[in-house]
T-cell receptor, first 116, second 114 residues
């Protein structure tokens, strides 16, 4: 029973390039959340998605960042024209399709993005 | 006003002692509460969740919830050096269509000294 799968684990991009981060939720989970974390800082919410729908994108920067969760395939967080300030750990989490309020998030191992 | 607050620490306890981690939240409609542990360089992992007033025990961990006072705590008995990590409190406010979104505290750093 695979957990939340994120890839790549490490990603190096030059300034101005595009970064694509992938997340496959756990089996039976249809809710996906993306977070960003800088070293020694807390989790910063970015976006909450269900299949083919963005539920809450209040934490997404207005420009260069986008996210999708298509009917088939993984969720993608896309960062266009990366800048050094985008360097961070990006975590994806998923939660069950059902289960009321007693659910919790399961996190992937994260993608460490380094912009050089 | 922050919605979920935690003392950033570091909280330092000797090995074998009880570590007490606290979290307060602002939304009285909050329905469920979670404690996660995050080791440096790793992703958060769920330790416990609680949604009823009172105590919930799991091994060395006890979560305590007091909805009237709007706080939730985590006690770690017989603390071990391997418990040294950042502990994150998360709260579900159960609001409308966004009812699965968790609101996170910034975490409390715990150091257990041998």
């Amino acid at each position: 029973n695979a957990g939340v799968m994120q890839n790549p684990r490490h990603l190096v991009r030059r300034r101005g390039q595009e970064a694509r981060l992938r997340c496959s939720p756990m089996k039976g989970h249809s809710h996906v959340y993306w977070y960003r974390q800088l070293p020694e800082e807390g989790l910063k919410f970015m976006v909450y998605l269900q299949k083919e729908n963005i539920i809450d994108e209040s934490g997404m920067p207005k420009e260069r960042f986008s996210a999708e969760f298509p009917k088939e395939g993984p969720s993608i967080l896309r960062i266009q024209q990366v800048v050094r300030g985008d360097s961070a750990a990006y975590f994806c989490a998923s939660s069950p399709t059902s289960g009321g309020v007693s659910y919790g998030y399961t996190f992937g191992s994260g993608t460490r993005l380094t912009v050089v | 006003q922050k919605e979920v607050e935690q003392n950033s620490g570091p909280l330092s306890v000797p090995e074998g002692a009880i570590a007490s981690l606290n979290c307060t939240y602002s939304d009285r409609g909050s329905q469920s509460f979670f404690w996660y542990r995050q080791y440096s360089g790793k992703s958060p992992e769920l330790i416990m969740f609680i949604y009823s007033n009172g105590d919930k025990e799991d091994g060395r961990f006890t979560a305590q919830l007091n909805k009237a006072s709007q706080y939730v705590s985590l006690l770690i008995r017989d603390s071990q050096p391997s418990d040294s990590a950042t502990y994150l409190c998360a709260v579900n406010i159960g609001r409308g269509g966004n009812n699965r979104k968790l609101i996170w505290g910034l975490g409390t750093s715990l150091a257990v000294n041998p």
